[in-house]
Nanobody
Framework: QVQLVESGGGSVQAGGSMRLSCTAS????????MGWFRQAPGKEREGVAA???????TYADSVKGRFTIHVDHAKNLLYLQMNSLKPAESATYYC??????????????????????????WGQGTQVTVSS
């Protein structure tokens, strides 16, 4: 049974940085697509960043140049480094994993609403609050 647990959320001032971690247990897939998503109250869940087992990354336009997704295979950890955070980015952040590269290969992209259905495992979320 795969379990994902996010950590690293909290409060930060606008312009600050934060690193989220996602610990994956019971997970030994050599091919995968992993992603970070976020959802603010009253809004739809949106994709932030994704990475596949070949190391290819995809970022939402709004976070390009500021966020970095990274996998530490030795520790089975997925990271999201977030810099220059904005108040509008306050949300619950979720990590998700698919045991294949399929979502990452979709024409619509791994962060799309249609791709989200293909991530089999989701964490419980960690809250990020960015104050102005």
């Amino acid at each position: 049974q795969v379990q994902l647990v996010e950590s690293g959320g909290g409060s930060v001032q606008a312009g600050g940085s934060m690193r989220l971690s996602c610990t994956a247990s019971g997970y030994t897939y050599s091919n995968y697509c992993m992603g970070w998503f976020r959802q603010a109250p009253g809004k739809e869940r949106e994709g932030v960043a994704a990475i596949d087992s070949d190391g290819r990354t995809t970022y939402a336009d709004s976070v390009k140049g500021r966020f970095t997704i990274h996998v530490d295979h030795a520790k089975n950890l997925l990271y999201l480094q977030m810099n220059s955070l904005k108040p509008a980015e306050s949300a619950t952040y979720y990590c998700a994993v698919a045991p294949s590269v399929f979502p990452c290969k979709m024409v619509a992209g791994p962060l799309s609403g249609s791709a989200q259905r293909h991530y089999d495992y989701w964490g419980q979320g960690t809250q990020v609050t960015v104050s102005s």
